[in-house]
T-cell receptor, first 113, second 113 residues
């Protein structure tokens, strides 16, 4: 499968725990995006990378959220000290440079109890 | 920040009807995307537009840059078209600045047999 993959697909955690999600973009796509989608809403932009450089992170929801893409390939999104309000679908997308279309992964659904 | 409004929020129609979903935005863009999201979260890109009109099968998308408005049309609608349709806009090319999409809340379409 050559699409964007995300792992895990579902995550249930207790409030206060840390969680980490992984995104593997389409091979050789150098742009990678993270979005969050809450129930009944459209996705909202969190952050994006061009290769290993994080070019926009001001939209991350709080300092509990961080993202990395250390080798310019896969990326991780970490949420520390999770809160019930963090329950949402976390979506990853990738695109090749100079091409606007973004290709979305299946998402990771987080439930914080 | 761009405000993206979609209408209607919910639409139920009979199989075979011609469907129109509208999207308006408040600030200039470099591209507009129409996306389809099925239950379970997966998002598929249908169209990316910066001007004019595009057609793919029974789907047609148009954009009027001056009026900051786009429409998605479905001809000869079918129950398998039932999904959430989301409009998203990309900011003008800022040379590496905020590049993430801004999304509408989506239109929930149900096509009844």
């Amino acid at each position: 499968d050559t699409g964007v993959s995300q792992d895990p697909r579902h995550k249930i955690t207790k409030r206060g725990q840390n969680v980490t999600f992984r995104c593997d973009p389409i091979s050789e796509h150098n742009r990678l995006y993270w979005y969050r989608q809450t129930l009944g809403q459209g996705p909202e932009f969190l952050t994006y990378f061009q290769n290993e450089a994080q070019l926009e992170k001001s939209r991350l929801l709080s300092d509990r959220f961080s993202a990395e893409r250390p080798k310019g390939s896969f990326s991780t999104l970490e949420i520390q000290r999770t809160e019930q309000g963090d329950s949402a679908m976390y979506l990853c997308a990738s695109s090749p440079q100079g091409y606007n279309e973004q290709f979305f992964g299946p998402g990771t659904r987080l439930t914080v109890l | 920040k761009n405000e993206v409004e979609q209408s209607p929020q919910n639409l139920t129609a009979q199989e075979g009807e011609f469907i129109t979903i509208n999207c308006s935005y408040s600030v200039g863009i470099s591209a507009l995307h129409w996306l389809q999201q099925h239950p379970g979260g997966g998002i598929v890109s249908l169209f990316m537009l910066s001007s004019g009109k595009k057609k793919h099968g029974r789907l047609i998308a148009t954009i009027n840059i001056q009026e900051k408005h786009s429409s998605l049309h479905i001809t000869a609608s079918h129950p398998r078209d039932s999904a959430v349709y989301i409009c998203a806009v990309r900011p003008p090319d800022s040379g590496g600045g905020a590049d993430g999409l801004t999304f509408g809340k989506g239109t929930h379409l149900i096509i009844q047999p």
